[in-house]
């Protein structure tokens, strides 16, 4: 039996990227187009998306990614997300939540939450559990969700509004909360889809030089992501974690794992309690209406 290029295992793939426009997503979004797949690119911004359609099509001639506009901070915009997803596809083979922010001041938005809480989690808490419905019917799909080491640092506090007090806010303690919130999100998945041919892994991408610290960060932040850029690694090796787990068949049937650099790798204890990723997971139902 000849052996499946990557390409070939990958035609007549659905993939879905958030945050899609730029860095690794942008990356990640090229070079799974270019092994075959059909890609739908999620963005905020509709010139920046168009511009990452045309770099796609300049390696893949062939790929027609469609673009669907979405600010992740809202949750309407994500429910309406998840309604023009299930409108047009019938299913969808790989997820993959890669969409992030580091705020900058603390910012509440319209909905009443925190900016990074429910870009990097919520949003993807509610448009993963919205879309599953697809990723069933791909029959063995994959769920992978861009975490970070800064996890160690994280906490899930017990309730919305320490989160939101003004004297108690960090941007980067708010950051690092999200990302462990990625780890125990991905974990519970993993457990409530083990009877299912859907798979939920996380990976850390590396410490990479994009646009991730708001322009509004506190100087003392944005000193130190400036001393640290020498170390940082281009989105094109960041990019390769989220490639490996969307396309390996090595991971076809691994969930509930963390990875850093195509390999699983340690997290934190509290990232690793069923008790407490149980938690997380009740919360996100009560704050995303789920």
């Known amino acids: 039996m000849a052996v499946l290029s990557e390409n070939q295992l990958l035609t007549g793939k659905t993939i879905l990227i958030t945050g899609a426009s730029g860095g690794i997503g942008q990356i990640t979004a090229r070079e799974l187009a270019r092994r075959g797949a059909h890609i739908v690119l999620v963005c905020r911004n509709q010139e920046r998306a168009e511009h990452t359609r045309h770099l796609i099509q300049q390696v893949s001639p062939a ?7 979405c600010d992740l901070s809202l949750l309407a915009e994500v429910r309406t997300l998840a309604a023009t997803v299930a409108q047009r596809y019938e299913k969808l083979d790989v997820l993959i939540n890669n969409a992030g922010i580091m705020p900058g001041p603390l910012t509440i938005t319209a909905e009443g939450h925190e ?5 990097n989690h919520l949003a993807p808490f509610l448009l ?17 969700s861009v975490a970070s080491e800064a996890h160690w640092l994280g906490e899930i506090e017990p309730a919305q509004t320490l989160r939101n007090a003004p004297d108690k806010y960090s941007s980067f303690t708010a950051y690092c909360d999200s990302k462990l919130a990625n780890i125990l999100f991905t974990n519970e998945l993993a457990h409530r889809l083990e009877l299912t041919g859907i798979t939920a892994n996380c990976l850390h991408p ?10 509004r960060s506190s100087r003392l932040l944005k000193l130190m992501w400036l001393l640290a850029r020498p170390l940082m690694i281009t989105a094109e090796k960041g990019a390769q974690t989220s490639i490996y787990l969307a396309t390996a068949s090595q991971v076809a049937t691994i969930s509930g794992r963390y990875f850093k650099n195509s390999k699983p790798a340690r997290t934190s204890g509290t990232a690793q309690n069923r008790a407490e990723a149980s938690r997380l997971w009740r919360i996100s139902e009560e704050e995303t209406a789920l």
């Open 206 to 215: 590396g410490v990479v030089d994009t646009g991730l610290v708001n322009p």
């Open 63 to 69: 790929s027609e990614p469609d673009i669907l506009l």
């Open 115 to 119: 900016l990074s809480w429910v870009t």
């Open 128 to 144: 993963t559990n919205l879309l599953l419905p697809q990723l069933e019917a791909a029959g063995q799909a994959r769920i992978i």
